[in-house]
C-alpha cells in the first residue's frame, strides 16, 4: 500500500474512531443528547468516564489523524503553499490533542470556568479556524500541481459553510451537538476527496508543480 492510500485509510479510521467512541461514550452518560451537546462534554469533569474519552478518544482519533497528514505531506509535490497550508491544517489535531489533556468544566457550560476549560475552549476554537485556513490553502494551491479539479471550487466553498457552522457553535444553541458533528464529517469529508485526489489526479490534467 503507497503512502496516498494508507494516508485515506487512516483518515477514515480516524473519523470512525471519533464517532463511534463518542457514540459508546454517550449512550453510557445518562440522558446525553447528541443533537443538544457538544462532545467535550463526554470527557468533562462530571462525565462518568472523562479520561477514556479524552484520551481513548479524542487524542487517539487525533494522532491518527497526524499520521495520516504525514503521510500526505510526503506525497505532495514540494512548494511553499502546500507545506504551509498542510502545516496550518495539521494544527487542527494538534490543538486537539492540547484540549484533551485540558477538559472542559461540568456541562462545558460553567458560570465561572477554570484554567482548563478556558484552554480546553480556546484550543477547540482554534483547531476548528485552523482546519478551515489550512483547507482553503491546500484546495486553492491544487490548480497549480493538478489544473483542473472540484478541490478549487470546494476551497471556496467549504470555508464559508464551516465559518457558518462555526458561529453556531454556541453553548445555547438547541442543536450545538448536531452542528458541531456536522463541521467535524465535513472536515473530514473534504480531507477524504482531498486524499483520494492525490491518489488518482483528474487524468486530463496535467500536474504542475
Known sequence: MNKPKLA???TILSYLWIMVTVAIAGANFPDYSHISQFMSELGAADSPFPNLVNFGSFFAAALILLGALA???SSLPRSLPGTVGLAI??????????????????????????????????SALLAYL?????????????RKWLGKSLLTPLGLIMPVILLVLLANLMPDNPRVGLIQRLFETLVYGWLVFYVVTLIAPPKSDVARH
Do not use: E, N
Request: proline share 8%.
Open 89 to 122: 491544517l495539521a494544527l487542527y489535531p494538534l490543538l486537539v490533542i492540547v484540549a484533551s489533556f485540558f477538559p472542559c468544566d461540568a456541562a462545558c457550560r460553567p458560570a465561572t470556568p477554570s484554567t482548563s476549560h478556558i484552554i480546553h475552549m480556546t
Open 130 to 142: 485552523s482546519a478551515i485556513i489550512g483547507m482553503a490553502i491546500l484546495s486553492l494551491h491544487a
Open 8 to 10: 485515506l485509510v487512516l
Open 71 to 73: 503521510l500526505v505531506f
